[in-house]
């Protein structure tokens, strides 16, 4: 009984959460979904490297994760669909203010999503979208809302595809 109790306080105390690497795909992340309901101090998220593609972004539910404030889901072949299912996702996560998304291949149509995520939630500090194919149609959706996000210090848009 004490090891139950002792788990259930860990649950709910549980700040910060790594699972960068793990090859975790559309069933782990389901499975990690129905954790993260549970996980209400839960402000930090690390999923670098693993397989969600945008399945496994809708089955994690984030929106769920009221207190979370960093995530990292770079490297996760999200795609735009992906970027999508996040930015609406995200947009209930009032305390977010570091978001990596970089190396998924978001792409322009991810690019528009993830704009206008940082437009309705100004409290955003860094954003990372480098290595996402993001052409100049797409950064100027981003470039377009930049006036508007305050708090943002640090945007990352390294090698996309910009151009002229």
Request: aromatic residues 6%; glycine residues 14%; charged residues 15%.
């Amino acid at each position: 009984m004490r090891r139950l109790a002792l788990g259930q306080w860990l649950i709910k105390s549980l700040s910060y959460l790594g699972l960068s690497a793990h090859a975790i795909g559309v069933k782990g992340a389901e499975v990690l979904g129905g954790v993260l309901e549970q996980l209400n101090a839960l402000s930090h998220l690390g999923l670098y490297g693993n397989k969600l593609r945008y399945k496994g972004v809708q089955r994690l539910a984030l929106g769920q994760c009221k207190s979370l404030s960093f995530l990292d889901i770079a490297a996760c072949d999200i795609g735009p669909v992906g970027a999508g299912v996040l930015a609406i996702d995200l947009g209930q996560c009032t305390m977010l203010s570091q978001l990596r998304v970089s190396f998924n291949a978001i792409l322009c149509e991810g690019a528009g999503p993830m704009a206008g995520m940082m437009e309705q939630y100004p409290q955003f500090s860094c954003i990372e979208l480098g290595y996402n194919g993001i052409q100049a149609q797409g950064a100027g959706r981003i470039a377009a809302v930049l006036g508007r996000c305050a708090s943002l210090s640090h945007i990352d848009l390294r090698h996309n595809s910009i151009g002229d």
